[in-house]
C-alpha cells in the first residue's frame, strides 16, 4: 500500500469488487512493519473498505431531462 484508499473512490465499486478489494489490502497489510506509514494506510485503507461494505447501496440516480 503506497496511498489510502479514499471512500470516493470506493463509491463506485460493487460489492464484489470491494470484498476482493478489502482481501488484496489485507495481504498488504500482513506484509507491512508495525509503525510504519505503510501500515498506517493499509489500516485506514482498510477502515474505508469496511464502511463501504457496510452501506446499502446507493439507489440508482433518475434520468433528468436536459442533462
Do not use: C, D, W, Y
Not at 19 to 24: E, I, N, V, Y
Not at 44 to 54: D, F, H, K, T, V
Request: hydrophobic share 35%.
Amino acid at each position: 500500500m503506497s496511498r489510502i484508499i479514499t471512500p470516493s473512490e470506493l463509491q463506485r465499486l460493487g460489492p464484489q469488487e470491494l470484498r476482493s478489494l478489502f482481501h488484496k489490502v489485507s495481504q498488504a497489510l500482513a506484509q507491512t512493519q508495525p509503525g510504519t506509514q505503510e501500515r498506517r494506510e493499509a489500516l485506514a485503507s482498510l477502515e474505508n473498505i469496511q464502511r463501504a461494505i457496510a452501506q446499502p447501496p446507493a439507489p440508482p440516480r433518475p434520468n433528468q431531462p436536459g442533462f
